[in-house]
């Protein structure tokens, strides 16, 4: 990527970043293509430009977000901390994507419509997911935090059952921590369990 490249690329996310803000506090269909330009600082000439349309512009921010949402858990998992602190820095990683946005209300709009969005969405969970679910799994087999015999195919439907919770509508909107918090202790060490203790 060259200067100019770069230099295009830092716009683009300064707009996505602008437009998201707008489109969580007012909705998309609220929020005009000038008020977007005026919060990020750019001519509206730039966002046509650049993204072509609203309805392009939103398709582009949802499929950001969730790249990038993806690439960032792959990290962590394929990184070499410690178990403990790898859950600590996953739910935090949950929270501030809850706080920055609903994605279901920006989803609903494209998803049954534009195949593109479907085709993405259909790769993370068919194939992308599962790859970061099961390094989730090998991690904590070695560390010893999870059971040596639970399977990837049950501890992959066992996760999804929580994301599938803390995803609805009232429990995003609601953005309520400690119950965030309280889920995510429940996802860890079931109704009879007790949290493990970070190791020295």
Known sequence: M???ERRTELKKDKIRSAALELFCAYGTDKTSINEIAQKAGVAPASIYNYFGSKEEMVKDIIINLLESSLKAK?????SDRPFPELMKRAISMQDDFI????????LQALLNTDPEIKKLIDDIYKRRYPYIVEKFIEKGHKDGYI?????IEAATIYLK??????????????????????????MLYGLAGTPIQDKV
Do not use: A, C, F
């Open 99 to 106: 706080e920055h946005t609903n994605l279901d209300l920006l």
């Open 147 to 151: 059971r040596r015999d639970l399977s």
């Open 74 to 78: 792959k990290e962590l998992w394929e």
């Open 161 to 186: 059952m929580y994301q599938d919770v803390v995803q609805q509508p009232e429990i995003l909107k609601n953005r309520n921590k400690n119950l965030l918090k309280e889920l995510y202790d429940l």
């Open 2 to 4: 060259n200067g100019y």
